[in-house]
């Protein structure tokens, strides 16, 4: 079994800024690519961010220039800077981390942590 612990979300007024964290524990072979997902109410969930092992990131044009992704690999945890944060940042902010195996690829999801961001 693979843990996925989130932390660092919360409230923040227009213009400020979070740092989020995920760390994985248990049964880890190899990890891949680590990313952060959002899902704002009423909307589908979407990919904000993430990593590969070889530390190629990808970004949605909405974040770009004001979040960062990073991760450690010694601590099999990765980050969300969150810079400038804008009201439509507001949402459930999910990580999301694949495993590698012998046998395949397993997708693993964190619990969520709430990001509000106050105009």
């Known amino acids: 079994q693979v843990q996925l612990v989130e932390s660092g979300g919360g409230l923040v007024q227009a213009g400020g800024s979070l740092r989020l964290s995920c760390a994985a524990s248990?049964?880890?072979?190899?990890?891949?690519?680590m990313g952060w997902y959002r899902q704002a109410p009423g909307k589908q969930r979407e990919l904000v961010a993430d990593?590969?092992?070889?530390?190629?990131?990808t970004y949605v044009d909405s974040v770009k220039g004001r979040f960062t992704i990073s991760r450690d690999n010694a601590k099999n945890t990765v980050y969300l800077h969150m810079n400038s944060l804008k009201p439509e940042d507001t949402a459930v902010y999910y990580c999301?981390?694949?495993?590698?195996?012998?046998?395949?690829?397993?997708?693993?999801w964190g619990q969520g942590t709430q990001v509000t961001v106050s105009s």
């Open positions: 999301n981390v694949d495993i590698s195996r012998p046998e395949r690829v397993y997708a693993y």
């Open positions: 248990g049964n880890i072979f190899s990890i891949n690519t």
């Open positions: 990593i590969t092992s070889s530390s190629t990131t």
